[in-house]
């Protein structure tokens, strides 16, 4: 499979403990995106990278929130002191740069802060 | 303030039957525009892109129109099918600073009955 891939796919965790998330790109794309998505929502960009270079963050991208890209293909993401509304599915995309690149998302992984 | 925003928020049709789908947008400066679709628990898939020229984009029964002048786009689907079934998101991305930026819309559930 080619596709873009994250894992875990599903992730339960007790409030305040740390978790972390990857995804791997598409092997020749050099853009990664990270978005935040809760039900009935659309997606909701939290950072991207290009190459190993993270280019932006959001405002929604918290202290307790740090995405890397150590060597500019597989990312993670990882939340410290998991709150209840980090509860959502965490998408990962990646494309190649330019404006018209397809943005290929993964499956997700839907985190429950319980 | 860069919106996209989506009618209706939920859609349910007989299979057979065909139905349009809604996005209106804020954004600028405009770039280009994607419809996305998303099943149930995974990553959303492209269906079409267009660029501020193109008016009209066909990807088998989905037909995506633009607007530019009212800032206007529509996915028309066409003999649904029950595995139509899923979110359609509209993404618009606009150009500030130097880099692309993606806004989603809420998307749209369509349910596709037997």
């Known amino acids: 499979d080619t596709g873009v891939s994250q894992d875990p796919r599903h992730k339960i965790t007790k409030r305040g403990q740390n978790v972390t998330f990857r995804c791997d790109p598409i092997?020749?794309?050099?853009?990664l995106y990270w978005y935040r998505q809760t039900l009935g929502q659309g997606p909701e960009f939290l950072t991207y990278?290009?190459?190993?270079?993270?280019?932006?963050k959001s405002r929604l991208l918290s202290d307790r929130f740090s995405a890397e890209r150590p060597k500019g293909s597989f990312s993670t993401l990882e939340i410290q002191r998991t709150e209840q509304g980090d509860s959502a599915m965490y998408l990962c995309?990646?494309?190649?740069?330019?404006?018209?690149?397809?943005?290929?998302f993964g499956p997700g992984t839907r985190l429950t802060v319980t | 303030k860069n919106q996209v925003e989506q009618s209706p928020q939920s859609l349910i049709i007989l299979e057979g039957k065909n139905c349009t789908l809604q996005?209106?947008?804020?954004?600028?400066?405009?770039?280009?525009l994607r419809w996305y679709k998303q099943d149930t628990g995974r990553g959303p898939v492209s269906l079409t892109i267009?660029?501020?020229?193109?008016n009209t984009k066909s990807n088998g029964r989905y037909t995506a129109t633009l607007d530019a002048d009212t800032k206007q786009s529509s996915l028309h689907i066409t003999a649904s099918q029950l595995s139509d079934s899923a979110s359609y998101i509209c993404?618009?991305?606009?150009?500030?600073?130097?880099?692309?930026?993606?806004?989603f819309g809420t998307g749209t559930r369509l349910k596709v009955l037997a």
């Open positions: 267009m660029t501020f020229s193109e």
């Open positions: 990278f290009q190459n190993e270079a993270q280019l932006e």
């Open positions: 993404v618009v991305s606009f150009r500030t600073s130097g880099t692309y930026k993606y806004i």
């Open positions: 092997s020749e794309h050099n853009r």
């Open positions: 995309a990646s494309s190649l740069a330019g404006n018209t690149n397809e943005q290929y």
């Open positions: 996005c209106n947008y804020t954004v600028s400066p405009f770039s280009n």
